[in-house]
């Protein structure tokens, strides 16, 4: 298996990320323009490290899923707020064929962990996806399992935060079928770039609106 592990200024809680991948599978470290020698720390680490210069939430989990391999890609994010190692049932999920697209439903564990307002903008957008795919899906987080194949069928465009949800909408267009599996949300290491502001979850939100407001695109649907 093979772990995206988007990347921007996380030294502090790549140690703690690497060491939690499962035994056997590969972390990709996609390093989105950090200055405090993220990039180098996680190559000492054995991590395969990528480099995606342009900004933005998608344009690193989409160079880290190209630079895959592996029949089934994981994403995680990679400021120690989830542990990898729980991807593990993840994968069994979609081994097994039980699942196309599988999501972890985040439980936030100690204050701080997920912030009032972010929480709120990730359940109002849970409540248009439903309106939009007919997904009852409580949480639209960065922890998930798919085939890659089936991933690079989906044609995802945006580069921004509205990836993860546009890889849902586009899966539920395409029939998939979409599992949530509940995970404990840690509060992260670091300051967080989109979730820690009410600016930066505004910025998150409006990207995923416009998603939401595309006209279904024809993917693939092999799985």
């Not at 996609?30 to 900004?55: K, P």
Request: with cysteine.
């Amino acid at each position: 298996m093979d772990v995206v592990l988007p990347c921007l200024d996380e030294a502090a809680a790549l140690p703690w990320v690497l060491e939690r991948i499962p035994p056997g599978w590969r972390a990709i470290v996609v390093d989105n323009g950090s200055t405090d020698g993220s990039a180098a720390l996680a190559h000492r680490l054995g991590a395969t490290v990528v480099t995606e210069e342009r900004r933005g939430f998608g344009a690193a989990c989409h160079t880290g899923l190209l630079a895959a391999s592996a029949d089934i890609v994981c994403f995680c994010d990679c400021d120690a707020s989830l542990d990898p190692a729980l991807l593990v049932p993840f994968t069994d999920q979609v081994a097994r064929g039980e699942a196309d697209l599988v999501l972890g439903r985040r439980r936030p564990q100690g204050r701080g962990a997920w912030p009032p307002h972010a929480r709120a903008g990730n359940l109002a957008l849970a409540r248009m996806l439903r309106r939009r795919t007919g997904l009852r899906l409580h949480d639209l987080g960065p922890m998930r399992a798919a085939r890659r194949t089936a991933l690079l069928g989906l044609g995802l465009t945006d580069r921004r935060s509205g990836y993860p949800l546009q890889m849902v909408v586009r899966a539920a267009d395409a029939g998939w079928r979409v599992r949530e599996s509940e995970v404990p949300y840690l509060p992260r290491a670091g300051k967080s770039k989109v979730t820690g502001t009410w600016r930066g979850t505004w910025h998150a939100v409006r990207d995923m609106r416009a998603v939401l407001a595309e006209a279904p695109a024809p993917v693939a649907v092999t799985r």
